[in-house]
């Protein structure tokens, strides 16, 4: 029972806001090592019911150098840095904060929608809401008894 819950933690912080396995375990067909990568790092919050937000830790790295793209239940987003003129005289001694390239790919559970992306300190952190459709949320059903219509037979 180990070994299922190792497998599928890691895939289960790729999703947001569902539980569909067969799209996690083909996503980790797909993107096989993507799938397991740890760049940049991030944490993936549910602050209400319908509410989530995500944070990557992003030091390093401008806007312009950041992609945010939502497509097909998708939210994918890049980062490529633009090879930077070292200034004159200056000489690393040790370079310890990765831009390294990236690509990060979140599947999101239907009616997901961005509400809104920033970047703050190194942190770019995208709010996530779950808007879900008046037709397709939960309704109650009155249920017409045997009663109801006796009461309505005796006062005929």
């Known amino acids: 029972m180990a070994n299922v819950l190792t497998l599928t933690t890691p895939l289960m912080r790729q999703s947001v806001g569902f539980d569909r396995f067969n799209d996690l375990f083909e996503s980790l067909l797909h993107d096989g090592n993507q799938g397991f990568d740890n760049y940049p790092p991030y944490n993936i919050e549910k ?22 793209v939502l497509e097909d239940g998708e939210l994918r987003i890049s980062g490529s840095t633009k090879e930077r003129e070292e200034e004159e005289g200056k000489t690393y001694l040790h370079r310890g904060i990765a831009t390294r390239n990236f690509v990060k790919t979140f599947r999101l559970a239907d009616y997901i929608q961005v509400e809104d992306a920033e970047l703050k300190d190194g942190l770019l952190t995208l709010a996530l809401k779950q808007i879900i459709p008046e037709e397709k949320k939960p309704r109650m059903i009155p249920i017409a008894g045997a009663s109801a219509k006796i009461g309505k037979s005796k006062k005929n």
Request: glycine share 10%; aromatic share 10%.
């Open 47 to 68: 602050l209400g019911e319908h509410d989530y937000r995500i944070t990557m830790a992003v030091a390093g790295f401008e806007m312009d150098d950041l992609n945010i």
